[in-house]
């Protein structure tokens, strides 16, 4: 679901930016307020694990395109709807800036479409759902229902952005019904996920989930931190070789699309594309390439055992726990002084 730069108009980039940039803002402001010490490590690890996650993309049978978990709702259950915000923030301004995944330009766009609508729009439907149940089932509905909802609104927000931003050569509707559908199927397996991870965390540590009455922990925070640590690595480090091959929803309708061409020197596309280009030392997860190296075909490979993606993995994740965490304690901190 992530929105290259060639997708998206300076009009709508810059509105997405403002809408984004007000959502944090207002979601840190709500962070700072919370005393719950916990979450400044939670914050970081958390992030780790749905950037690795992110990379794990999978195959949806019968349609030649892949899809991969987005991760914020599972952020939300677990840290609350405003610091899941901005961790989900912090993964994808990691993949922007440092692996050129997703346009700096469309960045605002991919925050709104990914972050608010799982966490801020998903979320309470989840809670809805769930209620204080922590039966397996009983989340497993839930998570399934709270994610395709999220999947489908986010589609529709790419969809959009397209559009509005004059790209699109189908109307609304019928590029409407060419995302939203698939990032349904979409959204179930990462109601799958979510839910599995989180029943994990309903017996480890049932207090993270706000329940009114918790049972004993079974597992010390600093062990579960150990674990989705380790979950994060495994997962961006070896697991993210069996990533499928097959394009992205996104970029399998691009014969849909009318791109932006080169951006002109001295305009904001061409300063945003510079920049990205001078930050990301592994764009695409892979090491830099030749202009005149031969490109790789889809499918080619599988699994594709690389460095460069172990690499892209680790640093990723590392970064991403660096700067979701350092976000949290910044906040914390804020909260603390005198005359907060």
Not at 26 to 50: H, I, N, Q, T
Not at 233 to 238: C, L, M
Not at 301 to 312: D, I, M, N, Y
Request: with cysteine; aromatic share 8%; glycine share 12%.
């Amino acid at each position: 679901m992530h929105m290259a730069d060639a997708l998206i108009s300076p009009a709508v980039g810059g509105t997405m930016w403002a809408a984004a940039g007000a959502l944090i803002a207002y979601s840190a402001g709500k962070v700072g307020d919370e005393a719950d010490e916990r979450k400044v490590p939670l914050m970081g690890v958390l992030g780790a694990f749905v950037f690795a996650a992110q990379m794990m993309n999978f195959t949806i049978p019968g349609t030649g395109s892949s899809g991969h978990m987005v991760g914020g709702l599972l952020l939300a259950i677990l840290l609350g709807p405003y610091a899941g915000f901005l961790v989900l923030a912090s993964v994808l301004t990691v993949q922007a800036l440092f692996f050129a995944d997703g346009g700096l330009l469309a960045l605002g766009c991919n925050i709104v479409n990914m972050g608010f609508f799982t966490c801020f729009a998903a979320y309470p439907l989840y809670r809805w759902l769930a209620g204080d149940d922590s039966r397996k089932g009983r989340i497993l509905a839930a998570a399934t229902a709270a994610a395709a909802f999220s999947m489908a609104l986010g589609a529709s927000g790419v969809v959009a952005d397209t559009v509005l931003s004059g790209v699109s050569e189908l109307p609304l509707g019928t590029f409407a019904l060419l995302m939203v559908p698939i990032h349904l199927i979409i959204g179930l397996a990462e109601g799958v996920i979510t839910a599995g991870v989180v029943s994990f965390v309903v017996k480890a540590r049932p207090e993270l989930l706000r329940q009114a009455n918790p049972a004993p922990a079974a597992m010390s925070l600093r062990r579960l931190l150990l674990v989705f640590a380790a979950a994060a690595a495994v997962t961006g480090g070896a697991l993210s070789w069996f990533a499928s091959r097959a394009p992205e929803r996104m970029d399998s309708a691009m014969p849909a699309m009318r791109p932006f061409s080169a951006a002109r020197p001295g305009s904001l596309r061409a300063f945003l594309a510079g920049l990205q280009e001078r930050t990301s030392f592994l764009p695409d997860y892979g090491f830099r390439k030749p202009a005149e190296a031969a490109p790789v075909v889809e499918g080619s490979r599988w699994p594709s055992v690389e460095g460069a993606t172990t690499l892209s993995g680790l640093v990723g994740g590392l970064l991403t726990l660096l700067l979701a965490g350092l976000a949290g304690l910044a906040l914390r901190r804020r909260q603390r002084a005198p005359g907060a």
